[in-house]
């Protein structure tokens, strides 16, 4: 009996004394922000559970993982080492660095692919599960910050010193009814044409700098010209690939919204079939296809199969993301063949406009919207982490890394792409040599007009809803795909699938947003006035006379 | 004092095992299975969102999928697909197995490879979505070597239903369960159908037919609910289109959980369908008995 009573009192002596060291140390650290240098000097076992705040980063988007096979290594990070897996290393080092400077954080790489067809609903899933990364790619907005699934960053954002520096276009996606949930990620870039410089040349086609490729204010009508004449059927080569609608087909060129103010008011939104020029821009589609045989479709044919076909030699022009073209010249110098070089055989020249003057280029970024569940340390700590990767020290580091790695192995260095494409203003300058030594002429220009181009105001900022983007683009594809694949008459097609996507996808809003529509509509009128004069006097006043009219009653 | 045996503890020992190595099955079955089923009855009368709170709506959800044309369109995609998959890969490959019967045991062995090599070493169905390329791919080769037209396998939205049900023919395997199944048909029923001088048909619908009913009826149960529920092969290899040309219901589904962010109405739809394919099979429960000796009921 008086030895277990001994035991019991000893064990409770022990239980007593960690509990109430514990709670020394919770007064000591926790309840305090430590600097770096406090922090640094603490027990291994106390650093440990300082770290209270975690913060999950994607691998594939700001992280480095390690090799999960150690090799003929020692272990993972020994291979990583001995095998030169510098990107992996600096990934580490960055690591290091962000939890010395933020003490609390504990900064954990997670897989987690945001580049598949399964993102929507592996988010979903692990948003439910609070397992999702503390941030991720935007999509699908502004409906999904409806739904919930982006954390309100507005005043991070303010507080920032590169806030101005965010393309306009991006604040302008990432903002809902004056909120801002997105911020815009280290590629700036748009939707430009991809084409082939050797086909041009071929073909005697040549811009303003008398190399081979299109002038950068050319038309659609010269872009269905160009498709024309650099198609030989024989070899096997087309102008260019259509994914159901394609994005620079007639409409885009002509800056026509699929979608218009209901002139009734019962809802917000129609299916814009009442302007004659999307019935042109059906037969258009029809035309290039049937009888120029200038585009090649195929019901599969997605981003990367258009690509594909771009890179496989059997089609000469290709809508792309500029940011792609110049990271493929610096990355893969020989892949259009290993005796060309290229940048002399991929150009990139800006969207081609309308004939009433419409300029399509507007400057994007992927935008990157941060977990809701997150707490308020944890979003304040993803943000500094993306500040960081994107422009801060873990950007400079792997730029650095890079440049001597490349120096090393005797290759260009990806720096001058990242530069060139980059929204903010780095600290430091890395580059030994100008932009124009590495880049031709076509990539340089369109970036200039890039740069000095302006996106259209959105009806979110207005707190106007739109329709699901998914949604809303699989049903105007299969418009175009019903174009191009049967003979039924364009009108009728437009007809059956207006009422489709009226019944389906506009059946929200009404009379209560008829003042948000106002300003909204008022807005873009502006817009058009300052930046695109041409496009406002010769169509936009006129069409929102006859198409965006307002419902009064 | 003798060990307790499950003899000596009786029923109740029994009962106790039974249930415990039950358990675990029917726990799965339950949390995997019935749950989400009762969850989706609960979900298709609320906006659904993944991280806000549900909201209860009524039955507006229902009265959307009511007014849907695309409803229309899918479910009649789906039965299109499902009669052509029923005709081309379930009742085709009856026929191919009873006709096989007929021949040596060594011919019905190679055919048996013949027919089991591409169902084991396709890759699947992706593979397909290459081999339908109009330019690239090996079925338009094929026509070009025979100097035929080319087809437009995935871009006619008049053939591009047949070209989903292709590979099942080829992929689907269930002449082989047909095969297996006649082989334990015992000969002396044929040997006795013989000696009265029965032809091979009156053989064939006498005999083999009464004999592969139970077999016939389960597969047809599978194959009903397989391709009513068909999503995989359209996801992969046209998206739905050209158009809605392919569109099935789970894939519109799909679509409108994961692309419109409407997982009320996806609920909705889903509940519609299982009414729907509950329905079938309840049809082919009574008129296809899979008791031998049972005669289908009359309407």
Known sequence: MTVRRTIFFCLLSLLTVSCSRNAILDQMVAGKKLKPQEYAVLPENDKVRYKDVILRVPAQWGGAILPFDKGPYESPIDKTVHGGDLQTLMGLYNQSLFELQNPRVKVEYINFDMWTDNFRSALAVALSAKKAPAYYIARDLPLTIEQGMYADITELMKKWDQFKMQPEGSIREGTVNGHIYTIAANELGATVIRYRKDWFREAGIFNEFGEPGPRSDWTWDDYREYAKRITNVAKNRHGTAADDAGSLFYTESNGLDFYIPDPTGQHDWIFNDKDPRMLDALKSVREMINNDKSVTYSTTMGWYERHNEFDSGRVGMISSFSPHIARDSITSPTKMGKDTVYRDTVGMAPPPRGKNGYIPLHPITNPIGFDPTLSKEQLEAAFEWCKSWFYGDNFLNRMRSAVLEAKLKGQQSEVYVEYLILPYTPKENLLDKPMEAVFPKDYLSTYKALREAHSPPLPRQFGLREPAPAEFSKAVHALFADAITTQTDVKELLAKHANLINTNIFRFGGKENRDKMRLYIQERTDFYKKYQPTFYEKDWKHRIETYYKVATN | ?299
Do not use: C
């Not at chain 2, 029923?86 to 021949?103: A, D, H, K, N």
């Not at chain 2, 082989?176 to 040997?191: D, H, T």
């Open chain 2, 1 to 299: 004092m003798p060990e307790p045996t499950p003899k000596t503890q009786g029923i109740g020992y029994k009962t106790l095992m039974a249930w415990l190595f039950t358990a675990p099955g029917l726990i799965a079955q339950l949390v995997f299975g019935w749950l989400p089923v009762l969850f989706s009855f609960v979900v298709s009368f609320q906006k659904y969102y993944f991280i806000k709170e549900p909201e209860f709506v009524g039955a507006k959800n229902f009265q959307d999928v009511a007014i849907d044309p695309l409803v229309i369109t899918a479910f009649k995609n789906t039965l299109y697909f499902a009669s052509l998959s029923i005709g081309l890969t379930f009742l085709l490959p009856i026929f191919v197995s009873i006709l096989l019967m007929e021949m040596s045991r060594r011919t019905i062995r190679i055919m048996m490879i013949l027919w089991f090599v591409p169902v084991a070493s396709t890759a699947g169905i992706t593979i397909w979505k290459y081999m339908y390329h109009p330019n690239l791919g090996l079925m338009n080769g094929i026509l070009r070597g025979l100097g035929l037209h080319e087809l437009k396998w995935l871009d006619d939205p008049n053939l591009a239903m047949f070209s989903l049900i292709l590979p099942g023919i080829i992929l689907f395997g269930p002449g082989l369960i047909y095969i297996a199944a006649l082989q334990n048909v015992p000969e002396e029923l044929y040997e006795a159908a013989e000696m009265e001088g029965a032809s091979m048909l009156r053989k064939i619908w006498f005999i083999t037919l009464p004999r592969l009913r139970p077999i016939i009826a389960m597969m047809l149960l599978f194959s009903i609910i397989g391709s009513m529920q068909v999503f995989e092969l359209p996801f992969i290899m046209t998206g739905g289109g050209p158009g809605y040309a392919t569109t099935t219901v789970v894939m519109y589904i799909y679509s409108l959980a994961f692309g419109g962010y409407n997982l009320g109405k996806a609920t909705a739809l889903a509940i519609v369908l299982f009414g729907v394919i509950m329905a079938l099979v309840l049809i082919q429960r009574r008129f296809f008995p899979e008791n031998i000796d049972e005669t289908p009921k009359r309407a």
